[in-house]
């Protein structure tokens, strides 16, 4: 029967880039963010455009981003669940390469997500399930349906409030380390519980930014990653499920289930690492809760001990276990489907290129993430070696 | 500066019979008969066991407070603070609601856990919503 660590190893990252600059870019549609996150990445890679024969994307079609771009590709992946798209298309594409589907794969991210540049999005169908079931209470986006969870884990565990302000003080002191965050003034516990309530148990610095950017990266085979100017990064292992849509529809509100049971036990094993390989973690942080539900549903600590973890500082700057080092969704950039971003920081570290904010001796990375409020979940382990 | 309206629901087939059910002041769920859990939102299958052998119940409309936010910044329909829940029926279904009653919501005034018990609001001729209201 196949296996998936037949593919570990076997296809590797070998251009990644950003656009130019993330932020407050009311000069860019969102098509242009996709496009020159995909200009900038070619040219990490040493590649031009025409090399492209397999592409995939979230938050638009493949068809519009290939009709924008001008390419024909062989293969195509519009997997679009979330900020967690892009992690579930770099281990789609794995098997796109390895089973010869294409050689030469590009995956964009581009979101107007401050300046609203041709965004989509709106209200729910009054007939959909969040339309109807969802809706009608009062949801106003994910600052109130993502937290919903919170007060559960609060209950069982003995969370607190400053065990969640902990998570946006140790991922702003990294963000201090990066020129290019949104938000670099370091920030106290004090300083989190005092800002603005925006949905109780959340404070506005527990809640990610909203910006404008985009991310690419190139994908090819292992018999030509070591050709490509960078330093190629491999993936390892990756992991992918779906569980709900709607908030209300989660299983157990205490856990990420869907990273605890399939996610993480699958990117671990195709990986052949375990827990203490990882030299650094990208958690992706919609608000502060959404790494605590990762540290615990990945087991890199036990359930309910996230929030003292955190409050201990490990993932700070300094700090044994590193998580978030760009300075996250919270302090870094969030344009609405950040898992590009997360990625791209996990490249960054294991090329060993972070600048102020690299770790030393990263050779195994993990990036998880969430689509939705927790409603998809992908898992990937990347490697430098 | 006038209010936008606010998001109501459609019923859609599988769904009708809780929705009708709302107007009447019964709360309507589904309960399969294979595997006897009660299950929300309404589908003419258990997800729990997949099994198709489900019946719909009338449910006694009590419940504890699961879970929930207190929304400061939320929806401009509604005035804010208001209280966003998951209630769990004592039948074992959880569905999303809104905790109504409680003038000034702080989290000492809602403990998780606190029984919860449904109250009918009728906000048109078509539509009427579950809110649930500590007892
Ligand atoms: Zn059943």
Redesign the interface.
């Known amino acids: 029967m196949p296996d998936s660590t037949a593919l570990r190893h076997k296809v590797a990252i070998v251009g990644a880039a950003e656009t130019d600059t993330v932020g407050n870019l009311p000069t860019h549609s969102t098509l242009m963010l996709h496009a020159e996150s995909a200009y900038n990445a070619l040219a990490d890679a040493g590649l031009q455009m025409s090399d492209i024969d397999g592409v995939a994307t979230a938050g638009i079609s493949p068809a519009q981003l290939t009709e924008y771009l001008g390419i024909m590709p062989r293969w195509v992946d519009g997997t679009s669940v979330g900020g967690g798209s892009f992690l579930i298309h770099v281990g789609h594409a794995v098997a796109a390469i390895a089973a010869g589907y294409a050689n030469t794969v590009l995956i964009t991210h581009g979101e107007s997500g401050r300046s609203r540049i041709g965004a989509g999005g709106g209200?729910p169908a009054?007939?959909s399930?969040g339309?109807?079931?969802?809706?009608?209470?009062?949801?106003?986006g994910p600052?109130?349906m993502f937290?919903?969870?919170?007060?559960?884990h609060?209950?069982v565990f003995g969370t607190t409030e400053e065990q969640l302000a902990a998570v946006s003080v140790a991922t702003r002191a990294w963000a201090v380390k990066n020129p290019r965050a949104m938000m670099r003034d370091p920030i106290t516990v004090e300083d989190v519980l005092n800002s603005?309530?925006?949905?109780?148990?959340?404070h506005l610095l527990n809640c990610c930014l909203v910006t404008d950017g985009g991310g690419a990266l190139i994908l090819v085979s292992e018999e030509r990653a070591r050709d490509f100017p960078q330093k190629p990064v491999w993936v390892l292992g990756r992991g992918e499920s779906t569980m709900h849509q709607?908030?209300?529809?989660m299983i157990d509100?205490t856990e990420w289930t869907a990273a605890a049971k399939v996610t993480g036990p699958d990117a671990f094993r195709m990986a052949g690492v375990g827990h203490k390989d990882i030299d650094h973690a990208m958690f992706y942080d919609a608000f502060s809760h959404t790494p605590m539900y990762s540290l615990e549903a990945l087991g890199f600590v036990k359930p309910g001990e996230s929030g003292p973890y955190f409050a201990e500082m490990h993932t700070a700057p300094g700090g044994d276990f590193p998580v978030n080092t760009n300075g996250g969704g919270l302090s870094y950039t969030h344009t609405g489907m950040y898992g590009m971003f997360a990625i791209q920081e996990s490249v960054a570290q294991l090329r060993g290129v972070a600048a102020d904010r690299q770790v030393p001796g990263v050779e195994t990375g993990i990036v998880h993430a969430p689509g939705g409020m927790f409603s998809a979940t992908a898992t990937l382990i990347l490697g430098n070696r | 500066m006038q209010k936008p309206p606010?998001?109501?629901?459609?019923?859609?087939p599988e769904?009708k019979e809780f929705?009708d059910g709302m107007k009447r002041h019964e709360l309507r769920i589904q309960r399969c008969e294979d595997c006897s859990q009660h299950y929300?939102?309404p589908r003419p299958f258990c997800p729990i066991c997949h099994s198709r052998n489900v019946e719909w119940r009338t449910a006694s409309g009590k419940g504890k407070l699961?879970?929930?936010?207190?929304?400061?910044?939320?929806?401009?329909?509604?005035d804010a603070?208001?209280v966003?829940a998951?209630v769990e029926l004592d039948e074992g279904a959880?569905?999303?609601?809104?905790i109504v009653g409680v003038t000034d919501p702080?989290?000492d005034r809602l403990p998780?856990?606190a029984p919860v018990e449904i109250v009918y609001e009728d906000v048109n001729d078509q539509?009427t919503?579950p809110k649930f209201k500590l007892v």
């Open positions: 209200a009054r007939q399930t339309g109807q079931f969802e809706a009608p209470y009062g949801v106003a600052p109130t937290s919903i969870p919170i007060a559960r609060m209950k603005r309530m925006i949905a109780w148990p959340l709607g908030i209300a529809q509100f | 606010r998001p109501l629901p459609e019923a859609t769904t929705w929300f939102y699961h879970t929930y936010v207190i929304a400061h910044r939320g929806h401009p329909a509604f603070p208001y966003i998951m959880k569905m999303m609601t809104n702080t989290p998780v856990d539509v919503l």
